[in-house]
């Protein structure tokens, strides 16, 4: 399975954009890449998922480079209910899926 | 509202108890996930179940039993718990590929809280 890398933690203000970027340098040609936003005392959440270069949806964009080695997830506008972690998982999307293991994720703080 | 039920929300035991937890998943949905996640510590991926049969058991100590009578239904029974095993216990389902429905997506439930004294 692909390992990923987050920053452990971010601090941002309301109105601004925050991207967070996730490090794979062993992902497999099948892998997807998929995002989950958690808050205390609750299961994470799906946000996006993507294979190559970008993906939005209403609430986050998606940037994956050619190489597909790192991935960045883009929070427009974020306000103080963004505040949790986020987690960047890396599976194959027909098989890996059952063994998606979460890393410490980022834990993004957004202050007034 | 995710789709999936846990009970109960909180839970208390001693050392001897045995309790069970309980996970529903309205979803339609064919494989199951229980996570373990303790304070300030990464989810753990306990069990896996696609098609009502365990697909995962990542080494969990045999004090943790899990159940899968069908394929909304997903138990996890405890027993002769330690203090350590105190934490968030989160449940998950998922579509297993061949669907047209995004594959891989984990739908959680809210977790159940343990606490062994």
């Known amino acids: 399975l692909a390992k990923t890398t987050q920053p452990i933690s971010m601090d941002s203000y309301e109105g601004q954009e925050v991207n967070i970027t996730c490090s794979h340098n062993?992902?497999?040609?099948?892998?997807?890449i998929t995002w989950y936003q958690q808050f205390p005392s609750q299961g994470p959440r799906f946000i996006i998922q993507?294979?190559?270069t970008k993906v939005t949806n209403e609430v986050a964009s998606l940037f994956i480079p050619a190489d597909r080695k790192s991935s960045t997830l883009s929070l427009p506008r974020v306000s103080l209910s963004d505040t949790a972690v986020y987690y960047c998982l890396v599976g194959d999307r027909y098989t890996g899926f059952q063994k998606l293991v979460f890393g410490t994720g980022t834990r993004l703080l957004v202050s007034p | 509202e995710t789709g999936v039920t846990q009970t109960p929300r909180h839970l208390v035991m001693g050392m001897t108890n045995k309790k069970s937890l309980k996970c529903e998943q309205h979803?339609?949905?064919?494989?199951m996930y229980w996570y373990k996640q303790s304070a300030k510590k990464p989810l753990e991926l306990m069990f896996v179940y696609s098609l009502e049969e365990r697909v995962e058991n990542n080494s969990v100590p045999s004090r943790f039993s899990p159940e899968c009578p069908n394929s909304s239904h997903l138990f996890l029974h405890l027993h002769t718990l330690q203090p350590e095993d105190s934490a968030l216990y989160l449940c998950?389902?998922?579509?297993?590929?061949?669907?047209?429905?995004?594959?891989?997506?984990?739908?959680f439930g809210e977790g159940s809280r343990l606490t062994v004294l």
């Open positions: 979803l339609g949905h064919n494989a």
């Open positions: 062993n992902i497999a040609t099948n892998d997807y």
């Open positions: 998950a389902s998922s579509q297993q590929p061949g669907w047209r429905t995004r594959a891989g997506e984990l739908f």
């Open positions: 993507g294979y190559k």
